[in-house]
């Protein structure tokens, strides 16, 4: 097979403690998924549907220096939890979701909040807001064989010795395995596939 362009290299995640890597197939993420940042957005803190969108795979990065975006004077950071499944399916059971977790890292949804808040303003799509390029940045994935599946962890996000958005990941309106089984009721999910599960509320100094 020849191709008229080359074709793009495959984007992988580090795994930790090992020279493996983890090769990305593509990056959903849940939105408001915690009850008080659903609040600070506007949202309903009750459990409602969930919705999902997208990053590009190419907007995945390893830790480390992010490059500042285009077109924005607003950029805003979203710690996450992010899951890499191992394999993918249809109708995922609850109960069967978390066997489809490779493993868990921290992750940044970067979001140019300016560009998203003219889009909700005329109705139009706000992927440009969430899907630039370097908008994921993503830490060393830990196997769940290592730290078991995380349902009961701090997560917190700290800029120059300032907290600026503490929570725990028990605080999610939509558990890791229901984020999986719900996704795979919409798309068939892959191996590959990652999923940033939403972020916690800002500090209130922050």
Same mark, same amino acid.
């Given at each position: 097979?020849?191709? !008229? ?5 495959? /984007? ?22 915690? !009850? ?42 979203? /710690?996450?939890?992010? /899951? ?9 059971? /609850?109960?069967? $979701? !978390? ?5 868990y890292?921290?992750?940044l949804?970067?979001?140019? %909040?300016?560009?998203?808040?003219? $889009? ?19 830490g !060393? ?31 999610m ?28 509320? %800002?500090?209130?100094?922050?």
């Amino acid at each position: 097979m020849s191709f !008229a362009v080359p074709p793009l290299s495959p /984007v992988s995640i580090e795994i930790s403690d090992s020279t493996d890597r983890f090769p990305v197939a593509r990056a959903f993420c849940i939105g408001r998924n915690y !009850a008080e940042h659903s609040i600070e957005m506007g949202g309903n803190p009750d459990r409602e549907e969930p919705f999902f969108f997208m990053k590009p795979a190419t907007a995945i990065i390893p830790g480390g220096n992010l490059p500042y975006p285009t077109a924005t004077s607003e950029l805003h950071h979203e /710690v996450e939890l992010v /899951v890499a499944l191992h394999k993918g399916g249809r109708d995922i059971a /609850v109960t069967d $979701a !978390a066997s489809h977790v490779f493993g868990y890292a921290t992750g940044l949804d970067m979001t140019r %909040r300016d560009l998203q808040a003219a $889009a909700k303003k005329a109705g139009r799509p706000w992927d440009m807001a969430k899907g630039f390029d370097a908008s994921g940045p993503v830490g !060393a994935l830990v196997p769940a064989a290592v730290s078991g599946h995380v349902n009961d962890a701090a997560i917190d996000l700290t800029i120059n010795g300032e907290s600026r958005q503490k929570g725990n990941v028990n605080q999610m309106i939509w558990k890791t395995e229901e984020a999986i089984a719900y996704l795979s009721g919409l798309v068939e999910l892959m191996a590959g596939d990652i999923i940033f599960t939403g972020t916690p509320r %800002r500090c209130r100094s922050g």
